[in-house]
């Protein structure tokens, strides 16, 4: 066949630059723009691909900008399909007009298979078997199913009219038109047919003595005995294992209690070892009496005794303290902090006067402990407040860890920080109760009823001094900070506030206020009733100033000013005249009104002023003893010299009266001098 010119002549080229390429010295760009030009094809295919190819750019391609080709354009692919209409609506008989429909069909068919099998009575199938020669109602009784018919690629029809060829369809071996030679068996009726699986299982009758049912009846018993020997054999197992367990356990109920037994002990002798280790302190707790006194003109001194501290509450603050009114040596110390940008866990801890270097209870906490109240009949119950608002007691007779109540926010629990919590008298069933104060302006009453404590709120705290009903009164409401109970009277309490107030308040009148002081321009730390003068009460607050009040009179009996802010305030419990203060400059100051008036009988700095700052001070029920807690986490022991206990010297022949109503008298006395100025003027 003849090749076109154009071909014969681009052969021709070829061959002409193939011969002359050994001979020309022309460079390679030269020579390609040449060929580019005159459309012929060199035949280098080397110099084509380790040349660069420049890219094509069409016409009319969109130009982006550097921000628009680096700008992210996020495509969410929903299952919704985008061509399902949205507008259909349909006629509502309900409302007799027409609505559109929210639900719409998305699915979307992409692929559609005609299946081969075809209904026997059909007409298709009728059509098929009279083609293919089947003897009608064939039926497989071999494999005792319905025969199905493949219908041949040749009878399916083509969209164009015509059909398929048949020298495309592959034969297969169990197909119709293979088995068309064959006879086929009948086809039975569909809707009468039943599988073997499908019917009920019928077992032949018990016929002869050496039939099936006497073979599987023994085999039936053998199986039974078999599954009771192993049932033995476990049973034994386990109780031999039982009894290892059993001694197991003897083993170590037997160590403890040994260990119990031993533990008693090696605390005594762990008391013991401490006290030969400080006998000096120990000899000057028991005996030492300052005679120096006797020429320092009613002046006294504070002598330091021991100092507790526990490694793992170094960083935590003294927030609390309570001697135990049962053992006189036991005392409780609350841990928390009074930084309120860094709180976190608190500690519950207990020391005694007879060994100092390890605490005797020690419970840690969640939250930081803000204040503690131990019984005064049972001596083993600790009532607890803590800063996120919770409320618990602790039985040191109980195992474990954990309090034995605790307020939760379904029971009632503060919304805000416990500032004081005391215990009350029982009530009529018997049951124990304690009462707290927070910040949220809620003074509350728990009682211990079985597992749970059950609230009653006392009193609401209220800027107007009426607690008013409604939203009105969350926003009224004023942050309590302390408070103390009336030693007689029950239902007469004290509150101080933020704000600098003390309310007088009953709990069987809880509408308003019996009375409100103006007491300090700061929030009032501490409100304590005198132990022996029914009318009298001591108050501090970081003003500076610690005063002393008749409740009957709105103004202060005594002010003292101790330029410093004061941390807490004590009445000693043998002299209704002495009471003692703490500072934040580490100072501690003891008054005794019938010795002095207007100034402290003792000040004494006990810590570096710049470091530690002095936080609560309590007095020991029958000794002479102090302690002082600071925000380092210490508690140090002191003990008053004669001149801070001084009684009145007895004539000779004559008694002098003991008792509570002489102490009595003593603050009366005093209290009659500043009276008698105000009556005199009205």
């Known amino acids: ?17 193939i011969q002359k390429l050994p001979v020309a010295k022309l460079t390679k760009v ?31 391609q969109l130009e982006l900008t550097e921000a628009e080709l680096k700008e992210e354009i996020t495509r969410i692919l929903t299952a919704n399909n985008p061509h399902a209409p949205q507008n259909i609506v349909r006629y509502s008989f309900k409302e007799r007009s027409y609505k559109s429909t929210s639900i719409v069909d998305q699915l979307a068919v992409h692929f559609v298979l005609e299946g081969s099998l075809l209904h026997q009575d059909s007409d298709e199938a009728r059509r098929l078997r009279a083609k293919e020669s089947l003897p009608e109602g064939s039926y497989d009784r071999t494999k005792k199913r319905l025969f199905s018919i ?41 809707f009468n047919f039943s599988e073997r699986a499908s019917l009920t299982l019928t077992n032949p009758l018990r016929v002869g003595r050496d039939s099936i049912w006497e073979i599987y009846d023994a085999y039936v018993e053998e199986l039974q005995k078999q599954e009771k020997n192993k049932e033995k054999q476990k049973s034994v197992q386990s109780r031999k294992h039982n009894d290892k367990s059993k001694k197991k356990m003897m083993l170590m109920e037997t160590q403890s209690d040994d260990i119990t037994k031993v533990a008693k002990a090696s605390k005594i002798f762990e008391r013991m070892v401490n006290q030969n280790t400080f006998d000096d302190i120990a000899q000057d707790f028991k005996y030492f009496e300052d005679a120096s006194d006797e020429f320092r003109d009613q002046k006294g001194t504070l002598l330091p005794l021991w ?23 036991l005392f409780a110390v609350g841990m928390g902090s009074y930084d309120f940008s860094k ?108 597992n749970e404590l059950v609230f009653t709120d006392i009193i609401r705290l209220s800027l107007n001094g009426t607690v008013s009903e409604g939203p009105d009164s969350v926003q009224q409401s004023t942050c309590g900070t302390s408070f103390d109970f009336h ?47 029914p009318k009298v009460f001591i108050s501090c607050s970081s003003d500076w100033t610690v005063k002393i009040w008749d409740h009957t009179i709105n103004t202060p009996m005594f002010t003292f000013d101790l330029n410093a802010a004061v941390g807490d305030v004590a009445w000693s419990p043998y002299s209704s005249t002495v009471f003692s203060a703490v500072t934040t400059d580490g100072t501690v100051h003891v008054f005794d009104l019938n010795v002095n008036k207007y100034k402290a009988i003792c000040q004494q700095q006990v810590v570096a002023k ?21 925000d380092r986490g210490y508690v140090t022991s ?21 008792g509570p109503e002489v102490e009595i008298a003593k603050m009366e006395k005093l209290l009659s001098f500043l009276r008698e100025p105000e009556r005199s003027t009205v």
Not at 8 to 14: C, D, E, P, Y
């Open 1 to 17: 066949m003849p090749l076109p010119n154009n071909n014969l002549g681009a052969s021709v080229r070829k061959g002409s630059i």
């Open 30 to 60: 030269s020579s390609k723009k040449k060929d580019d030009e005159e459309g012929v094809d060199t035949g280098d295919g080397l110099d084509e691909w380790s040349g660069g190819k420049a890219l094509t750019k069409p016409a009319g």
């Open 150 to 190: 493949t219908i041949p690629d040749s009878a399916i029809p083509v969209e164009d009219g015509g059909e398929v060829e048949e020298g495309g369809v592959e034969d297969r071996p169990d197909s119709v038109a293979s088995k068309t030679d064959k006879q086929e068996p009948k086809l039975t009726n569909q």
């Open 307 to 329: 100092k507790f501290q526990y490694d793992k509450a170094r960083r935590l603050s003294v927030t609390a303290l309570c001697w135990n009114k049962k053992y006189q040596d």
């Open 343 to 450: 709180q976190g866990r608190g500690m519950l801890i207990f020391y005694s006067l007879k060994n100092s270097a390890f605490p005797e209870y020690i419970y840690p906490t969640s939250s930081g402990i803000l204040c503690l109240d131990i019984h005064e009949q049972h001596s083993y119950l600790v009532a607890v407040g803590f800063y996120d608002g919770c409320v618990a007691v602790y039985n040191l007779k109980e195992e474990g860890l954990e309090p034995v109540y605790k307020s939760t926010a379904k029971t009632g629990k503060h919304t805000d920080p416990v500032w004081q919590v005391r215990w009350q008298n029982d009530d009529m069933d018997s049951n124990h109760n304690f009462c707290s104060v927070s910040s949220d302006g809620r003074v509350v009453s728990w009682t211990l009823v079985k």
């Open 487 to 533: 030693k007689q009277i029950d239902y007469l309490f004290l509150v101080g506030t933020e704000e600098g107030k003390i309310h007088k308040c009953s709990k069987t009148y809880s509408s308003q206020f019996l009375e409100t002081y103006n007491a300090h321009s700061m929030a009032v730390d501490t409100v304590k009733w005198n132990h022996f003068h």
């Open 610 to 630: 710049k470091k530690t700052k002095l936080t609560h001070i309590e007095f020991n029920p029958i000794y002479p003893v102090i302690i002082l807690g600071n």
């Open 638 to 658: 002191l003990k008053l010299s004669p001149n801070l206990r001084k009684k009145p010297k007895a004539k000779k022949g004559q008694e002098l009266p003991k």
